[in-house]
């Protein structure tokens, strides 16, 4: 196996890391947002969250479409790990970018897990109810404490 495609897999393997924890914060952020639709803090994390989800998604399905072009022989190597190497630039952009933002992010989700509270100690909320937002608010507060 030629180097750079070990250095591909390599970068191809950090972008799914990458992803793979946006899409669990993402998921969290959605399920409490659903929960007290509050419509002012939904849309941010969606905005800030959909935004980088989209930007990797698009960024994957160039990788892949370079990487069929090299098998099938349209571009050549040196096309290839140019356009590759552009593609983790823009990786390392969107992972600078979501670090600056993650905190803005964190104290929205703080922001959710005080209204959890104010659910909790409100006496006409199921208790069904109230232990469903207990799980997801401990899941936010560990997913916040943890990074």
Do not use: W
């Not at 639709?37 to 990788?63: F, P």
């Not at 905190?103 to 209204?115: F, G, Q, T, V």
């Amino acid at each position: 196996m030629d180097p750079t495609r070990i250095i591909r897999f390599f970068f191809i393997g950090l972008y799914f890391l990458a992803i793979h924890s946006l899409y669990a914060m993402h998921h969290e952020c959605t399920a409490l947002a659903l929960i007290y639709e509050d419509l002012t803090i939904i849309t941010t994390i969606r905005e800030k969250y959909g935004d980088y989800v989209k930007a990797l998604n698009a960024l994957l399905k160039t990788s892949r479409e370079i990487d069929e072009a090299l098998i099938n022989g349209t571009i050549d190597h040196t096309v290839a790990t140019v356009a590759q190497n552009a593609i983790i630039n823009n990786l390392h952009e969107i992972v600078q970018k979501r670090e600056k933002d993650e905190h803005l992010l964190h104290r929205e989700l703080y922001k959710i897990a005080k209204k959890v509270d104010l659910v909790l100690s409100d006496p006409t909320v199921p208790e069904e109810v109230k232990r469903y937002v207990v799980a997801q608010k401990e899941a936010t507060i560990d997913l916040l404490f943890k990074s």
